[in-house]
Protein backbone atom coordinates (compact mmCIF):
# COMPACT_ATOMS: atom_id res chain seq x y z
CA UNK A 1 0.00 0.00 0.00
CA UNK A 2 1.55 3.53 -1.09
CA UNK A 3 -0.18 5.35 1.91
CA UNK A 4 -2.99 6.06 3.24
CA UNK A 5 -5.59 9.03 2.27
CA UNK A 6 -7.81 10.92 4.55
CA UNK A 7 -10.95 8.37 3.95
CA UNK A 8 -9.14 5.84 5.23
CA UNK A 9 -8.24 7.80 8.03
CA UNK A 10 -11.23 8.68 8.55
CA UNK A 11 -12.37 4.53 8.38
CA UNK A 12 -10.39 3.34 10.61
CA UNK A 13 -11.20 6.58 13.26
CA UNK A 14 -14.73 5.35 12.85
CA UNK A 15 -13.93 1.78 12.94
CA UNK A 16 -11.78 2.60 16.32
CA UNK A 17 -14.73 4.52 18.35
CA UNK A 18 -17.79 2.24 16.49
CA UNK A 19 -15.34 -1.63 16.58
CA UNK A 20 -18.98 -3.42 15.79
CA UNK A 21 -20.12 -1.21 12.94
CA UNK A 22 -21.64 -2.42 9.64
CA UNK A 23 -19.83 -1.00 5.64
CA UNK A 24 -23.83 0.67 5.89
CA UNK A 25 -23.07 2.33 9.17
CA UNK A 26 -19.75 3.45 8.27
CA UNK A 27 -20.80 4.92 5.01
CA UNK A 28 -23.47 6.83 6.81
CA UNK A 29 -20.28 8.14 8.94
CA UNK A 30 -18.14 9.03 5.90
CA UNK A 31 -20.33 10.09 4.09
CA UNK A 32 -19.43 7.57 1.32
CA UNK A 33 -21.15 4.78 -0.78
CA UNK A 34 -21.22 1.88 0.91
CA UNK A 35 -19.49 0.30 -1.88
CA UNK A 36 -16.57 2.42 -1.78
CA UNK A 37 -16.45 1.76 2.55
CA UNK A 38 -16.38 -2.00 1.27
CA UNK A 39 -13.13 -2.22 -1.55
CA UNK A 40 -11.49 0.08 0.97
CA UNK A 41 -11.99 -1.98 4.25
CA UNK A 42 -11.03 -5.01 1.96
CA UNK A 43 -8.11 -2.57 0.89
CA UNK A 44 -6.76 -2.02 4.16
CA UNK A 45 -7.22 -5.74 5.32
CA UNK A 46 -5.43 -6.93 2.09
CA UNK A 47 -2.51 -4.20 2.61
CA UNK A 48 -2.05 -5.85 6.72
CA UNK A 49 -3.24 -2.67 7.88
CA UNK A 50 -6.35 -3.70 9.35
CA UNK A 51 -5.55 -6.76 11.27
CA UNK A 52 -8.36 -7.83 13.33
CA UNK A 53 -11.50 -6.75 14.72
CA UNK A 54 -11.19 -8.17 18.23
CA UNK A 55 -11.94 -6.35 21.28
CA UNK A 56 -9.96 -3.92 23.17
CA UNK A 57 -9.06 -5.69 26.58
CA UNK A 58 -8.85 -3.86 30.11
CA UNK A 59 -5.89 -5.93 32.08
CA UNK A 60 -6.62 -4.07 35.23
CA UNK A 61 -10.53 -4.81 34.73
CA UNK A 62 -9.62 -8.25 33.93
CA UNK A 63 -7.39 -8.94 37.42
CA UNK A 64 -4.14 -7.87 36.50
CA UNK A 65 -3.21 -4.92 37.92
CA UNK A 66 0.48 -5.02 38.14
CA UNK A 67 2.13 -4.39 34.63
CA UNK A 68 5.98 -4.11 34.09
CA UNK A 69 8.53 -3.29 31.42
CA UNK A 70 11.29 -5.29 31.72
CA UNK A 71 14.71 -4.93 29.63
CA UNK A 72 16.27 -8.34 28.81
CA UNK A 73 20.13 -8.43 27.53
CA UNK A 74 20.44 -11.97 25.22
CA UNK A 75 22.88 -14.21 24.66
CA UNK A 76 24.78 -13.03 21.19
CA UNK A 77 22.61 -14.32 18.17
CA UNK A 78 19.68 -16.10 20.80
CA UNK A 79 17.17 -14.00 19.62
CA UNK A 80 15.01 -16.51 17.74
CA UNK A 81 14.94 -18.60 20.95
CA UNK A 82 13.95 -16.08 23.39
CA UNK A 83 11.40 -15.41 21.35
CA UNK A 84 9.93 -19.08 21.28
CA UNK A 85 10.27 -18.87 25.41
CA UNK A 86 9.09 -15.58 25.63
CA UNK A 87 6.01 -16.99 23.61
CA UNK A 88 5.19 -19.73 26.04
CA UNK A 89 4.80 -17.23 29.21
CA UNK A 90 1.45 -15.92 29.87
CA UNK A 91 2.36 -13.09 31.47
CA UNK A 92 4.49 -11.76 28.43
CA UNK A 93 2.19 -9.55 26.63
CA UNK A 94 4.68 -8.41 23.99
CA UNK A 95 8.24 -8.03 23.43
CA UNK A 96 10.45 -6.10 20.89
CA UNK A 97 13.95 -6.47 19.49
CA UNK A 98 15.87 -3.13 20.67
CA UNK A 99 18.47 -0.95 20.18
CA UNK A 100 20.59 0.01 23.38
CA UNK A 101 22.11 -1.05 26.01
CA UNK A 102 19.26 -3.97 26.28
CA UNK A 103 18.53 -6.74 23.44
CA UNK A 104 14.99 -6.92 24.13
CA UNK A 105 11.61 -5.43 25.90
CA UNK A 106 9.02 -6.76 27.30
CA UNK A 107 5.66 -5.74 28.84
CA UNK A 108 4.08 -8.56 31.59
CA UNK A 109 1.43 -8.43 33.20
CA UNK A 110 0.23 -10.07 36.93
CA UNK A 111 -2.42 -10.07 39.39
CA UNK A 112 -0.18 -9.08 41.74
CA UNK A 113 3.14 -8.29 42.46
CA UNK A 114 4.22 -11.79 43.57
CA UNK A 115 2.81 -13.29 40.90
CA UNK A 116 5.03 -10.73 39.14
CA UNK A 117 8.32 -11.82 40.79
CA UNK A 118 7.79 -15.63 39.65
CA UNK A 119 7.17 -14.65 36.59
CA UNK A 120 10.01 -13.00 36.22
CA UNK A 121 12.06 -15.79 38.23
CA UNK A 122 10.94 -17.98 35.20
CA UNK A 123 11.74 -15.62 32.43
CA UNK A 124 14.94 -15.08 33.89
CA UNK A 125 15.71 -18.87 34.51
CA UNK A 126 16.45 -18.78 30.41
CA UNK A 127 20.01 -19.64 29.30
CA UNK A 128 19.35 -17.32 26.35
CA UNK A 129 18.77 -14.24 29.22
CA UNK A 130 22.10 -12.95 30.74
CA UNK A 131 20.21 -10.12 32.68
CA UNK A 132 17.45 -8.82 33.05
CA UNK A 133 16.18 -4.73 34.43
CA UNK A 134 12.16 -4.60 34.93
CA UNK A 135 10.46 -0.72 35.68
CA UNK A 136 6.68 -1.17 37.31
CA UNK A 137 4.19 0.60 35.60
CA UNK A 138 2.33 3.22 37.72
CA UNK A 139 -0.31 4.65 35.38
CA UNK A 140 -1.03 4.93 31.55
CA UNK A 141 -0.08 8.47 30.56
CA UNK A 142 -0.99 7.58 26.68
CA UNK A 143 -3.18 5.37 25.85
CA UNK A 144 -2.04 2.98 23.23
CA UNK A 145 -2.99 4.69 19.75
CA UNK A 146 -2.42 5.14 16.13
CA UNK A 147 -4.67 7.20 14.48
CA UNK A 148 -2.70 10.34 15.35
CA UNK A 149 0.20 9.23 13.67
CA UNK A 150 -1.69 8.14 10.43
CA UNK A 151 -3.80 11.27 10.15
CA UNK A 152 -0.49 13.37 10.31
CA UNK A 153 0.79 12.42 6.63
CA UNK A 154 -2.67 11.19 5.15
CA UNK A 155 -2.66 12.21 1.33
CA UNK A 156 -5.63 14.38 0.37
CA UNK A 157 -7.52 13.35 -2.49
CA UNK A 158 -8.09 9.55 -3.67
CA UNK A 159 -11.42 8.38 -5.32
CA UNK A 160 -13.83 9.20 -3.39
CA UNK A 161 -15.36 12.92 -4.52
CA UNK A 162 -18.50 12.66 -1.70
CA UNK A 163 -16.23 12.47 0.93
CA UNK A 164 -13.49 14.94 -0.26
CA UNK A 165 -16.30 17.18 -0.79
CA UNK A 166 -18.10 16.90 2.55
CA UNK A 167 -14.35 17.33 4.01
CA UNK A 168 -13.89 20.56 2.31
CA UNK A 169 -16.92 22.18 3.02
CA UNK A 170 -16.37 21.87 6.63
CA UNK A 171 -13.11 23.63 6.71
CA UNK A 172 -14.77 26.11 4.52
Do not use: W
Not at 109 to 130: F, G, T
Request: aromatic share 2%; hydrophobic share 40%.
Amino acid sequence: MSGLDELDVALLTALQERPRAGHLELSRLTGVARATVQSRIQKLEDAGVITGYGPDIDLRAAGYAVQAFVTLEIAQGALHEVREELEHHPAVLEAFATTGTGDVLCRMAARNQDELQQALLAVNRSAHIARSTSVMVLSTVVEPRTLPRLATHARGGGRAPAYRAKNTSRHN
